[in-house]
C-alpha cells in the first residue's frame, strides 16, 4: 500500500474509518482476525486516533461552530438543549450537553462534564447547560427561548441565574410522562378501557402545542 510520511496509508484510513463509523477497534480486530487479515495494534489505533484524527476533527468543528455563532449572532434565537450520558441511570460517568437552534437546526455547540466535578450523575446535566450557555452568550448570541426537559436542578438555575431567558420544557418529555402515568393507571382492572386511548390522548398533546402558537392559556384548554 502507498506510504505517507513513512505510514501506511491504510493504516491511516483503517483509523479514521473506525472512529468516524462509531465502532470499536476490538470489534473490527475480531473481524480482520477473522478473516485472517493483518491489522495494526491497539496502541497504534489509539497512536494515531491521538496524534492525527482528534486535532483534524476538532479544528474541523471549531471553524464549523464559529461559522454558525457568526451566522446566529444576528438575531435572538429559541434554543433546545438535552444531555446524553455515557450509561443510563445513575451511574454514568460522562455526560455530553448539546443546545441546537430550533430554526435552523444547526448544533451550537457541545459541552462534556465528568461526575467527579459534581459528585453525582444527576447533577452532571446542570453543569452542561451551565457550561454552554456561559460560551454561547460569551459568543455574542442572544438567546430569546430555551427549551428542556424538566430537571428541577436545570429549573432552578435557570430562574436563578438566567431570569430573562423563557425556559419552556420540550413536549416530548411532557408527552412521555404522561403516557407513562396513563399506562400505569390504565395497568388496574377498573381503567383497563384507557389503554386504546393513550396513543390519541399523545398524539392530541403534540397538536395542542403546535396549534396554541405559544399562548399557554390556550394550550391547557
Given at each position: ?31 480482520m482476525a477473522i478473516m ?21 476533527v476538532n479544528e474541523f ?31 454514568a460517568k460522562y455526560t ?126
Amino acid at each position: 500500500q502507498p506510504m505517507l510520511h513513512h505510514m501506511p496509508t491504510g493504516n491511516l484510513l483503517l483509523a479514521s474509518s473506525i472512529l468516524l463509523s462509531g465502532g470499536t477497534f476490538a470489534q473490527i480486530s475480531r473481524m480482520m482476525a477473522i478473516m485472517h487479515t493483518p491489522c495494526i495494534s491497539a496502541s497504534q489505533y489509539h497512536r494515531i486516533q491521538a496524534t492525527y484524527l482528534c486535532p483534524v476533527v476538532n479544528e474541523f468543528w471549531v471553524n464549523h461552530q464559529d461559522a454558525i455563532l457568526s451566522v446566529l449572532s444576528e438575531n435572538p434565537v429559541t434554543v433546545c438543549g438535552d444531555a446524553r450520558s455515557d450509561s443510563p441511570g445513575f451511574g454514568a460517568k460522562y455526560t455530553s450537553y448539546t443546545p441546537m437552534d430550533m430554526v435552523s437546526r444547526l448544533i451550537i455547540d457541545q459541552q462534556l462534564a465528568q461526575v467527579t466535578e459534581t459528585g453525582s450523575s444527576v447533577k452532571m446535566e446542570k453543569l452542561g447547560l451551565e457550561r454552554s450557555l456561559q460560551f454561547v452568550i460569551g459568543s455574542g448570541i442572544s438567546i430569546k427561548v430555551l427549551a428542556t426537559d424538566r430537571h428541577l436542578g436545570i429549573q432552578a438555575f435557570m430562574k436563578a441565574e438566567y431570569p430573562q431567558i423563557e425556559h419552556q420544557f420540550d413536549v416530548w418529555h411532557v408527552a412521555k410522562s404522561v403516557k407513562k402515568k396513563l399506562t400505569q393507571k390504565a395497568s388496574k382492572k377498573e381503567a383497563s378501557e384507557l389503554l386504546p386511548w393513550i396513543p390519541s390522548i399523545s398524539n392530541h398533546l403534540y397538536w395542542s402545542a403546535q396549534s396554541s402558537e405559544g399562548d399557554p392559556d390556550l394550550l391547557v384548554e
